[in-house]
């Protein structure tokens, strides 16, 4: 078993964007470059990030790490998810890995023996974070019948509002990705029914899936085929496989490999893709285009291109990611704008915005070959309490060194929430949460003269952006009720919220450094 290890924690200002910590450095430090999420919130408030670790020559672990502060301090969990078969030891290790989350804090875990040209499995198991304990390994690689010499880059997974998992699953034809869904809710029984190829042509490589609104599964994809085309296709649980699929970047140019999905509670479906993405082409360019029901897919809006003199040496066009808020459709872009120098930079776009504007940056400037690569947003529809609205999360790799290790994967809170900390239920501000903090509570809003909450945040002990009598009813069933759930993060101890607080709390609790 692992010991348990705190992250070093390393803070720096950059435009107003707060907190960035490293998880992890070591030889590997990486979720891998096909891999669609990494970072997951469950309904307490605590972050939860997989990726791969390699301390020891010739091992590569796969991990969970978590943070129950938003952010600010990690704590790798002691499982080792993978095991001898399953890429835990050289030749041929892990090099992978995806999660999605469910309603009940379990995380679905994927993962990749992808070892080009010849070497390819994957596999999934669940792990729960509170408890420690994980599923069995199930091999998908077999249960499709994916011969080892089969190709893919099939690294994604999801879960939708009844809790079904969905993955772009690996094919017995090389470059060609199906997609699984789980027989049972929450994958209970480890069995999985194919529903066929994601592409009407077959070939599709590096699927991402969103789940929309209306449940329906969204899938785009990289088809290779003529010049290389990244398309959109849909799944719907009752009437089957959209017949057509739609060209998402242009017909004329090459290879168009690479792409992102993101839906929100609106009905939307927002998709980020780059065109040309090769060595060759005079251009990149990454355009956003926004899925609707009954109109399709919107004109392309520019998120951002770079010119082959702005990109030489830059081997990596996997630079750029995509998060949507739920509630508005409001889209945040994380991208390394090359055509600036190549800081690692957040952009935002509202539904009725032309364009993108940029508003801050992650990182400055640094135009070496690989540094800032695999953004990845933090944020999906379902469950609820995983949505993008609950925080700007964002990981990514940085190597100081081109093409050389050690590598860092860096956690950073974009939304810049962690300089307010407080305790959530501590109302009266004593350094606890008990009964005095409830009629604390009470007075403030029902007697007058009583004095006022310093931190309003704190006396929100629901969660629900206002402070009213629920807080008082959820309190109490937190303190006197079994089973009844604690208040969101932070809690027990200070901290700050995953969200930047909604309510009045300036300087944070006075029980709190």
């Not at 011969?147 to 994604?156: C, E, G, W």
């Not at 060759?280 to 926004?290: A, H, L």
Request: proline residues 6%.
């Amino acid at each position: 078993m692992r010991a348990m290890l705190v992250s070093t924690l390393v803070f720096f200002m950059t435009s107003g964007l707060d907190a960035q910590v490293d998880l992890h450095t070591d030889d590997y430090a990486s979720s891998g470059s096909n891999s669609a999420r990494n970072l997951v919130r469950d309904e307490g408030g605590s972050l939860h990030c997989l990726s791969l670790e390699q301390v020891v020559a010739g091992e590569r672990q796969l991990i969970v790490q978590t943070s129950s502060d938003g952010g600010l301090s990690w704590i790798t969990q002691p499982q080792v998810l993978n095991d001898a078969d399953s890429g835990l030891f050289d030749p041929d290790p892990a090099s992978q890995c995806s999660l999605a989350i469910d309603d009940q804090g379990t995380l679905h875990i994927l993962w990749g023996r992808y070892t080009y040209p010849s070497y390819f499995r994957q596999f999934y198991r669940r792990f729960d974070p509170a408890t420690g304990t994980a599923s069995d390994i199930v091999e998908l690689s077999l249960l499709s019948g994916a011969p080892l010499n089969a190709r893919t880059s099939a690294m994604d997974i999801i879960v939708d509002d009844q809790n079904t998992v969905w993955i772009s699953g690996h094919d017995p034809a090389s470059w060609v990705e199906h997609l699984l869904r789980s027989d049972e809710p929450y994958a209970a029984g480890d069995t999985f029914t194919d529903l066929g190829s994601i592409s009407t042509g077959n070939s599709a490589q590096n699927t991402r899936l969103a789940i929309d609104s209306a449940g329906r599964v969204h899938c785009s994809f990289y088809r290779n085929v003529g010049v290389g085309q990244y398309e959109h296709r849909i799944y719907d649980p009752v009437s089957g496989w959209q017949v057509d699929s739609t060209v998402l970047g242009d017909t004329v140019g090459t290879n168009d490999y690479y792409g992102w999905l993101v839906a929100d509670a609106l009905g939307y479906v927002h998709s980020v893709h780059v065109l040309d993405a090769q060595n060759t082409s005079p251009m990149w360019t990454f355009r956003y285009r926004r899925w609707e029901e009954g109109s399709g897919w919107g004109p392309e809006v520019i998120l951002f291109t770079a010119t082959s003199a702005q990109y030489t040496g830059i081997a990596s066009y996997r630079i750029f990611n995509l998060g949507c808020d739920e509630a508005t459709g409001k889209v945040h872009a994380v991208y390394r704008d090359l055509s600036q120098g190549g800081p690692l930079v957040i952009a935002e776009k509202e539904l009725t915005d032309d364009l993108f504007t940029v508003v801050g940056e992650l990182q400055p400037e640094n135009p070496s070959e690989h540094v800032y690569i695999y953004p990845r947003v933090r944020g999906t529809l379902y469950p609820a309490f995983n949505n993008f609205s609950h925080g700007f999360d964002v990981t990514y790799q940085w190597r100081e060194v081109p093409g050389t290790p050690p590598y860092t994967l860096i956690y950073h809170d974009a939304g810049g929430s962690s300089g307010v900390s407080f305790i959530r239920g501590d109302c009266n501000e004593d350094g606890g949460f008990n009964i005095a903090d409830t009629v604390f509570g009470l007075n403030a809003l029902f007697v007058p003269g009583s004095p006022p909450p310093g931190c309003v945040e704190e006396c929100d002990i629901n969660d629900d952006g206002s402070f009213n009598i629920a807080d008082m009813v959820y309190g109490l069933n937190a303190l006197f009720v079994a089973s009844s759930p604690p208040p969101s993060a932070p809690f027990p101890d200070c901290g700050s919220d995953p969200l930047a607080p909604s309510l009045d709390c300036p300087t944070g609790s006075a029980a709190c450094p």
